[in-house]
T-cell receptor, first 111, second 112 residues
Framework: GQNIDQPTEMTATEGAIVQINCTYQ??????LFWYQQHAGEAPTFLSY??LDGLEEKGRFSSFLSRSKGYSYLLLKELQMKDSASYLC????????????WGLGTSLAVNP | ETGVTQTPRHLVMGMTNKKSLKCEQH?????MYWYKQSAKKPLELMFV???????ENNSVPSRFSPECPNSSHLFLHLHTLQPEDSALYLC???????????FGPGTRLTVL
C-alpha cells in the first residue's frame, strides 16, 4: 500500500530550529512537496524535492533521501507565525501521478 | 491572496438539499482539483480536471457531481449528502498536473 508518516504534533520555542520528518512508502516516486496550513486557511506551497539533497529557501529548508524514503522540513529562527500544520505529500509515478498526502504535523511555537 | 477563490466559505445543509460549491482561479492554470479534508484524515483527492477534461475520479460517491465549464471555473454539485460528508472542501489549481498546487480557502460544509 501507499503510506506517508509524519509526527502528529511538535512543540518548539521562538527563535529555535525544528525539524519535521516525513517517511513514505509509495508505488513509484516523482517528487515530494511540503505545504503549510494555518488553522482555517488554505494549504500554501513551501518546497518541492525530486532529487536527493537539501533545498534551501530562506528560513525553510527541505531534504530528501529517495533511497531511504525520507524527507524533512527544517525551520530556522522560528517565529510565532510559524505555528501551523505542515503537510508532506508525495507524487507517484507512471500512471499514478496523483499526490498522496500525510496527515500533517501540527507545530506549536511558544514564546 | 492565493489567486484561487471559493464560495461559499461556510455551508450548512440538510440531507435532502441540493447545493453547489464554486471555485475560480485567476492564475491561468489548466488543471483544477477538488479535495476533501476531514479531521484526523489526510487530504483526499476527489476529482481532477486537466484542460476541462476530467482525468481522475477517485471513487467518489455519485452524490458529488463535478462540473468544469472552462479552465478557470470548477463546481461541485451536492445532493442527498450524508452527515459523514461534513468536512472542509478545498479547491486547487496548477499549471499542468505535475506542478505545485495552489489552494483556495475552502468551504466548510456541515450536513445535518
Amino acid at each position: 500500500g501507499q503510506n506517508i508518516d509524519q509526527p502528529t504534533e511538535m512543540t518548539a520555542t521562538e527563535g529555535a530550529i525544528v525539524q519535521i520528518n516525513c517517511t513514505y512508502q509509495t508505488s513509484g516516486f516523482n517528487g515530494l512537496f511540503w505545504y503549510q496550513q494555518h488553522a482555517g486557511e488554505a494549504p500554501t506551497f513551501l518546497s518541492y524535492n525530486v532529487l536527493d539533497g537539501l533545498e534551501e529557501k530562506g528560513r525553510f529548508s527541505s531534504f530528501l533521501s529517495r533511497s531511504k524514503g525520507y524527507s524533512y522540513l527544517l525551520l530556522k529562527e522560528l517565529q510565532m507565525k510559524d505555528s501551523a500544520s505542515y503537510l508532506c505529500a508525495v507524487r507517484g509515478a507512471g500512471n499514478n501521478r496523483k499526490l498522496i498526502w500525510g496527515l500533517g504535523t501540527s507545530l506549536a511555537v511558544n514564546p | 491572496e492565493t489567486g484561487v477563490t471559493q464560495t461559499p466559505r461556510h455551508l450548512v445543509m440538510g440531507m435532502t438539499n441540493k447545493k453547489s460549491l464554486k471555485c475560480e482561479q485567476h492564475l491561468g492554470h489548466n488543471a483544477m482539483y477538488w479535495y476533501k479534508q476531514s479531521a484526523k484524515k489526510p487530504l483526499e483527492l476527489m476529482f481532477v480536471y486537466n484542460f476541462k477534461e476530467q482525468t481522475e475520479n477517485n471513487s467518489v460517491p455519485s452524490r458529488f457531481s463535478p462540473e468544469c465549464p472552462n479552465s478557470s471555473h470548477l463546481f461541485l454539485h451536492l445532493h442527498t449528502l450524508q452527515p459523514e460528508d461534513s468536512a472542509l472542501y478545498l479547491c486547487a489549481s496548477s499549471q499542468d498536473a505535475n506542478n505545485e498546487q495552489f489552494f483556495g480557502p475552502g468551504t466548510r460544509l456541515t450536513v445535518l
